[in-house]
């Protein structure tokens, strides 16, 4: 065995202990409910409430429209910004300010900016658009903006970068045999770039999925934005029962990773051999 | 923006007659409706965006705001009192030191992992992958319920130490796969070479593989620090009232609606931002964010 191995050793015992024996240990404390009961009754308690249930398809309805949407705004806007040109570096760092915001000048801005008597409504109102101010803070969209503000950056970042990991004498190839355009993108690029677009849309898709924060400060969080991890936190730290909470949290992390599962199985399905980009 | 709305819309020249998009050479304005349509998204998204962080910037240097464009007059009292009633120096303070110990303790942990995972193979690589793929792939709630768990069963909750250990979870992952792809570029030749000529195992780590390796340790350790600051589950689920972050602070502030003045809210998140921006700043000058995943030659100037 390379001596070499070793170095492997830390990673593997601090993943170990740190990430492994809390799951371990959340999901067996999950089985031992505070109040008695079967094994499951914890799961029990959370299927048989709409409430809690609910939160499941709330969650959903927001982290994967606002994923998407960020994945598919980010191609035409990367594949426009390939290639050098004058101000790239400009471009990309103002694209990337957003990350900086945080959650709460977020918060804060969405509602100043797209309150009742904020700029939006203001210039609605103003050029006759609307008559009465549009709610679009404390309810879904308030979120919904939170995370596209916050994602898209990101989304953004990750399909540039796997963009110019495509050889660019791929396409000229292709043109030099006589494909226009749209062809070159569906044909070449798209099934090139089909695995960088599932990997951006699952992190993506995490960031969406256990949005917490701006649920509570931009949403409503106790209807139509009370997500799951805000029920895990509520069951955690409001009531103080760590079982429930550790079975809310494993619940949370299984309906992720069945839609992490069905991207991954989708995109083994694609082409994955290098891009020929290596430089 | 405005630097390059006009080069932006510089296109590939045409497809077929000879190679377009030759190196270098100053591409022919061609923009297509579809350009235009997809500029035009771009501004409005950056026109709201500036309405978003401008209506927050104003509202920290404003006096009373309520039904009008603007507010009634301008003043810098917030800022100090952010930093007064906040005890923001030592909010400030915990921040850093807990970013810096988990930048470093993650480079530590993760680099020599990176280093086996981008050069060997061995049995159960692919298992050993997914299992540092993972606190990546979850979401921070979900891990962070049982860990805070198992963090206060332990006597590391509500302590610094705590807040390190459990943003580790993410950062240490993170190294790894930033870092593989760089090493995977350092020629297994020249290690070769320096073995063959006698150097150690220490040897052609320190003095081979560190220096060529800088560049990605760099990037991976500025990451980890720009999302250990931002981190906010994680710092959340295992802070106590002396070790937490700003982000933490700033929501605990902004939720408990009523008590603080909303512009004092303001200010304290102008400074949380100023303050990602600077590291942000710092960081694109030693990555470029376009390289992350996939490596490729910049073509020439």
Redesign the interface.
């Known amino acids: 065995m390379d001596r070499r191995l070793w170095l492997l050793l830390p990673a593997t015992v601090f993943v170990l202990v740190l990430f492994i024996y809390p799951f371990v240990y959340g999901l067996s404390l999950s089985f031992q409910p505070m109040n008695g009961g079967g094994v499951f009754a914890n799961y029990q308690k959370f299927f048989s409430d709409a409430y809690q249930r609910d939160t499941i398809v709330t969650t959903l309805r927001i982290a994967l429209p606002a994923a998407l949407l960020n994945v598919l705004a980010a191609v035409p806007i990367a594949f426009r910004m390939r290639g050098r040109f004058r101000g790239k570096r400009l471009m990309t760092t103002v694209l990337v300010i957003p990350i900086t915001l945080g959650t709460v000048l977020t918060a804060q801005g969405l509602l100043n900016f797209l309150g009742p008597t904020g700029w939006f409504n203001r210039v609605l109102m103003g050029i006759g658009l609307a008559d009465d101010p549009i709610r679009l803070t404390n309810n879904y969209w308030g979120v919904f903006f939170s995370l596209i503000i916050t994602g898209f950056p990101f989304a953004f970042l990750l399909v540039l970068s796997y963009l110019s990991g495509i050889d660019p004498t791929l396409e000229r190839a292709a043109a030099t045999l006589g494909a226009s355009r749209s062809q070159r993108f569906r044909r070449i690029t798209l099934p090139l770039l089909a695995p960088g677009l599932a990997t951006t849309f699952l992190l993506t898709f995490v960031l969406a999925f256990s949005v917490f924060p701006s649920a509570v400060l931009v949403g409503n969080p106790a209807g139509s934005t009370r997500v799951i991890s805000l029920a895990a936190y509520q069951a955690a730290y409001e009531q103080y029962d760590y079982a429930y909470a550790s079975a809310i949290a494993m619940i949370m992390g299984a309906v992720e990773l069945v839609v992490v599962a069905v991207v991954l199985v989708w995109r083994s399905r694609l082409y994955t051999g290098s891009t020929g980009g290596k430089g | 923006?405005s630097?390059?709305t006009s080069?932006?819309a510089?296109r590939?020249g045409r497809?077929?007659g000879g190679?377009?998009?030759a190196t270098?050479v100053r591409r022919v304005l061609r923009a297509t409706p579809?350009?235009w349509v997809?500029?035009a998204?771009?501004l409005f998204?950056?026109v709201?965006?500036a309405?978003?962080?401008?209506?927050?910037l104003v509202?920290s240097f404003g006096r009373r705001w309520?039904?009008t464009?603007l507010p009634t007059g301008f003043t810098t009292q917030w800022y100090g009192e952010a930093w007064h009633e906040f005890g923001l120096l030592h909010v400030i303070t915990v921040t850093l030191i807990a970013s810096a110990l988990v930048v470093v303790l993650s480079v530590?942990?993760?680099a020599?992992?990176a280093?086996?995972?981008a050069?060997?193979n061995?049995p159960g690589k692919r298992l050993?992958y997914l299992?540092?793929l993972?606190?990546?792939?979850?979401?921070?709630?979900?891990?962070?319920?049982?860990?805070?768990?198992?963090l206060y069963k332990f006597g590391f909750a509500g302590h610094l130490s705590g807040v390190v250990?459990?943003n580790?979870?993410p950062s240490?992952?993170f190294v790894?796969l930033t870092m593989t792809p760089f090493i995977e570029?350092v020629d297994p030749r020249i290690e070769s070479a320096a073995r063959m000529l006698g150097a150690g195992?220490r040897a052609v780590f320190l003095k081979i593989l560190a220096p060529l390796l800088v560049p990605g340790l760099l990037a991976s350790a500025i990451l980890v620090l720009?999302r250990t600051v931002?981190m906010?589950?994680l710092t959340f689920l295992t802070a106590g009232p002396d070790s937490q972050t700003l982000?933490v602070a700033?929501?605990y502030s902004?939720?408990a609606a009523g008590i603080r003045a909303?512009q004092s809210?303001?200010a304290?998140?102008?400074i949380?931002?100023s303050m990602?921006?600077v590291?942000?700043?710092v960081a694109?000058r030693f990555v470029n964010?376009?390289?992350?995943?996939?490596?490729?030659?910049?073509?020439p100037e």
């Open positions: 923006m630097a390059n080069s932006a510089v590939t497809p077929a190679p377009p998009a270098g579809t350009a997809i500029w998204v771009v998204f950056f709201n965006l309405g978003v962080v401008g209506s927050v509202s309520f039904d464009w530590l942990v993760g020599p992992a280093y086996v995972l050069r060997q061995f050993v299992t540092f993972l606190p990546i792939l979850m979401p921070p709630i979900t891990y962070g319920i049982p860990l805070a768990t198992v250990l459990a580790l979870v240490v992952p790894i570029q195992t720009v931002g906010f589950e982000v700033l929501y902004m939720s909303q809210v303001d304290m998140a102008v949380y931002t990602m921006l590291l942000l700043v694109l964010p376009t390289q992350l995943v996939a490596r490729v030659k910049e073509e």
